[in-house]
Structure formats: structure tokens, C-alpha cells
């Protein structure tokens, strides 16, 4: 088995089918266009098939390497409180939503 095909990748791209769908119903218009993905280089993510899907979608991926102090375990503890948060706001721009992070930070 060549080492850029895995089980695993169909099961990601299904994932990020979800992910697409979930974008499109929640966030029309502007920021559905131009997604930028970040995720690191395990075999289901560097794969081809997964690589097909991304440039098939025009899907941008912001390279995240393998640990990074960027982003520790412990941070994980913001993702809720921003999630809740930002939950039923409509941004009509990036910039709207930029300026929305940037505040809640």
C-alpha cells in the first residue's frame, strides 16, 4: 500500500463533506467562499484522495506544524466560550467577524 493512500482518508473526506454542508447552512454568502483549513500532516490529511478533495473545493490549508507552541492542550478551554459566543451572529464580512475575535479576545 503506497504510503499516501489510506482507509482513513475517504472517512476524513466524508468528515469534511459535513463540514462543508454545516458551512453552507450556517454561514451563507461571503465567508462561505475561500475556506482556509488547518490541520496537521497525518496520513488521513496529506493523503491524495484528501488532497483531490481540497483543490476540487478550492479549499485552503494553513499549515500547522507538528507540535507547535501555538496552540497547547491547555488552550482548548477557549473553544467553547468562543463557540457559544459567536453562535446565531450572521457576519456580513470577514472583516465583521475579524473585528468580533479580535474584541472577544
Known amino acids: 500500500m503506497s504510503k499516501r493512500i489510506t482507509p482513513f482518508a ?8 459535513r463540514l462543508k454542508e ?4 450556517k454561514r451563507p454568502g461571503p ?7 488547518q ?13 483531490q478533495w481540497l483543490q476540487r473545493y478550492g ?7 507538528a507540535h507547535s507552541p501555538d496552540l497547547a492542550p491547555s488552550d482548548f478551554h477557549l473553544f467553547g466560550p468562543l ?3 459567536l453562535g446565531g451572529i450572521a457576519f456580513e464580512t470577514e472583516d465583521g467577524l ?5 474584541n472577544w479576545f
Open 10 to 17: 475517504s472517512r476524513y473526506c466524508s468528515t469534511l463533506d
Open 22 to 25: 454545516a458551512i453552507r447552512r
Open 31 to 37: 465567508l462561505r467562499r475561500g475556506v482556509v483549513l
Open 39 to 51: 490541520h496537521d500532516n497525518a496520513t488521513p490529511h496529506s493523503a491524495n484522495l484528501t488532497q
Open 59 to 65: 479549499w485552503e490549508i494553513l499549515p500547522h506544524p
Open 83 to 85: 463557540k457559544r459566543h
Open 98 to 102: 475579524t473585528s468580533e475575535l479580535r
